[in-house]
Nanobody, 123 residues
Framework: QVQLVESGGGLVQAGGSLSLSCVASGRPFNTLTMAWFRQAPGKEREFVSATRWTSGSTGYADSVKGRFTISRDNAKNTVYLQMNNLKPGDTAVYYC????WGTGLPTGQYNHWGQGTQVTVSS
């Protein structure tokens, strides 16, 4: 079983930046594709970004391309999401997710989830 613990959420003004972290345990980190999803009030959960277990290749939702950067540190079992130029529309609970040997696609079988961290962007 994989355990995921997110941190780094908070309140920021539009145009500001936040960095999220997610520490994984329970499986060798270099076997896990790691992803970030978010869910805003009254909306469905949506894919934000992912980094594959192999090669570390990354993918992003169109809504965050050019503003968000995902990265991973296999030595620290940690995945990061650097969020720049934040907009009120980015307000959501952000979830870290993991898939063993995952494809990194938004439709991947992410069956391990963190508890979520709130990000609020004020206008």
């Amino acid at each position: 079983q994989v355990q995921l613990v997110e941190s780094g959420g908070g309140l920021v003004q539009a145009g500001g930046s936040l960095s999220l972290s997610c520490v994984a345990s329970g499986r060798p980190f270099n076997t896990l594709t790691m992803a970030w999803f978010r869910q805003a009030p009254g909306k469905e959960r949506e894919f934000v970004s992912a980094t594959r277990w192999t090669s570390g290749s990354t993918g992003y939702a169109d809504s965050v391309k050019g503003r968000f950067t995902i990265s991973r540190d296999n030595a620290k079992n940690t995945v990061y999401l650097q969020m720049n130029n934040l907009k009120p529309g980015d307000t959501a609970v952000y979830y870290c997710a993991a898939e063993l040997w995952g494809t990194g696609l938004p439709t991947g079988q992410y069956n391990h989830w963190g508890q979520g961290t709130q990000v609020t962007v004020s206008s």
